[in-house]
């Protein structure tokens, strides 16, 4: 058998089970492909915590893949890896902060992914906390920033319903820090940090002199900022 058909007969027999002891198998046959996308991003994060966000990703591949649309599954996988640029963007945006920062940001998306998988549901804050070896505090303050991120990308974002301060929230910080002067300013404009007022979409536009479609372009940049 050639290594596509062997791939596709794994991937049927974990299709028809849908349990974990058959997922390993088809894992380790793809441990080529991810170990690939792997080295090929390693370097400005280290090669473990690459390699467990490269599993998630492979895994939603896995599960998301279709045979019938004529993507081998090997390069369904590779496309589903290319996330993995995000990531390490992320890090690179980030060069100033300290590494155990850093490493904790990528950690705490890593961990909620994978203890979701586990799970097949979203993991509770002590369960978060428990894999990641935090406190609940700690742990509770980036998942209100990721929710935050969520919410300024939906357009549904409401300031009132998150208070975003400096001390409280070291995501928002740094990545606050190195924002240029005007995307600064926006950014207060839009979320109230540092204290200041929340505007509305029209008094943003009015102020930043931007239109309608300007600002949406522009929330959804800060939006990705934030994302790992």
């Known amino acids: 058998m050639s290594r596509q058909s062997d791939d ?22 793809l441990q080529p492909v991810i170990s690939g996308q792997v080295n090929r991003w390693s370097g400005s994060l280290a090669a473990p915590l690459l390699e467990t966000r490269a599993k998630v990703l492979a895994t939603d591949a896995i599960k998301d893949y279709n045979p019938h649309r004529g993507a081998a599954l090997a390069t369904h996988v590779t496309n589903k890896l290319q996330k993995l640029s995000r990531m390490v963007y992320t890090h690179t945006q980030a060069a100033r902060l300290p590494e155990h920062k850093t490493l904790s940001i990528a950690s705490f998306k890593v961990a909620q992914e994978a203890l979701g998988d586990q799970f097949g549901r979203e993991p509770t804050l002590d369960e978060l906390a428990d894999d990641l070896g935090w406190s609940v505090n700690r742990t509770k303050a980036f998942n209100e920033v990721v929710q935050r991120k969520e919410l300024l990308g939906s357009g549904e974002f409401n300031p009132a319903s998150f208070s975003i301060a400096d001390d409280e929230d070291p995501i928002v910080g740094f990545v606050y820090h190195d924002m240029a002067p005007t995307t600064k300013r926006l950014f207060e404009d839009i979320t109230g940090f540092g204290g200041a007022k929340p505007l509305a979409n029209s008094a943003l536009m009015k102020k930043h002199k931007l239109t309608q479609g300007q600002l949406s372009y522009q929330k959804r940049q800060l939006t990705k900022i934030f994302d790992v």
Request: charged fraction near 25%; glycine fraction near 0%; aromatic fraction near 10%.
């Open 8 to 29: 596709l007969a794994l991937w049927q027999q974990w299709h028809r089970t849908r349990r974990k002891k058959d997922l390993q198998p088809l894992l380790h046959q």
